[in-house]
């Protein structure tokens, strides 16, 4: 299974970095990481 490195940067200068698989999402791979995004995606229309 391929899977990619992708690094998270937030406004204060925090970064982390996730493994994501190839049949998950960013937004998955980052909250089963510990991860906290806001999103808009799981309630039907896609935004922040």
Known sequence: MTS???T???PDGRTKTVEVDE???IL???ECD???LPY???TG???T
């Open 23 to 25: 049949d998950e999402t």
């Open 34 to 36: 510990g991860a906290v």
């Open 4 to 6: 990619h490195d992708v």
């Open 40 to 42: 808009g995606c799981r």
């Open 8 to 10: 998270l940067e937030w």
């Open 45 to 47: 229309a896609c935004g």
């Open 28 to 30: 998955g791979a980052a």
